[in-house]
């Protein structure tokens, strides 16, 4: 059997009211497993330039990368501190790209054990009209994937 070295939470935009229930099911894996947890926020590239031109920074500077961005981030700086309490060894990252691909790609990159995502219930109707990007990711991920519903 595989060890739990290294777990991935996805947040997202959607999951700033749900994060707590995600990082519940974290816990409850990453701290008897002395694991480290990956922190990974996905911007799109029209949340990364919107996020930009709040900050009066222009995207092509290099003056806030998106890690530091992430760190800024509600939905990742929660976490972060509920972690960093529970003396559980983490990582932010923060990429801009598609969450479909760039989850999976970190995952892979990262040799994570097992992933991290919420999501909402839709019917079928809805993800084919709206997409899915936990379903993109449930199929597509080389690791275990947890996925916590929103309520």
């Known amino acids: 059997m595989?060890?739990?070295d290294?777990?991935?939470?996805?947040?997202?935009?959607n999951d700033r009211d749900h994060v707590e229930r995600l990082?519940?099911?974290?816990?409850?894996?990453?701290?008897?497993?002395?694991?480290?947890?990956?922190?990974?926020?996905?911007?799109?590239?029209d949340e990364y330039e919107q996020?930009?031109?709040?900050?009066?920074l222009d995207p092509t500077?290099?003056?806030l990368q998106p890690d530091e961005l992430a760190s800024r981030h509600d939905s990742v700086r929660t976490p972060a501190e509920k972690l960093s309490e529970l003396g559980i060894d983490y990582e932010i990252r923060g990429i801009v790209?598609?969450?479909?691909?760039?989850?999976?790609?970190?995952?892979?990159?990262?040799?994570?054990?097992?992933?991290?995502?919420?999501?909402?219930g839709r019917s079928p109707t809805g993800k084919a009209v709206f997409g899915d990007h936990a379903q993109q990711i449930l199929l597509n991920a080389n690791c275990p994937v947890t996925y916590i519903q929103r309520e």
């Open 51 to 56: 996020l930009m031109d709040d900050l009066d």
């Open 6 to 13: 290294n777990v991935l939470l996805a947040v997202g935009e």
């Open 61 to 63: 500077s290099g003056a």
């Open 97 to 120: 790209g598609n969450p479909d691909t760039e989850v999976v790609r970190i995952a892979e990159e990262l040799d994570i054990d097992q992933l991290f995502i919420g999501g909402a």
């Open 23 to 45: 990082l519940d099911a974290v816990i409850a894996v990453a701290k008897p497993a002395d694991a480290t947890v990956y922190l990974l926020h996905v911007f799109t590239n």
């Open 2 to 4: 595989k060890s739990l």
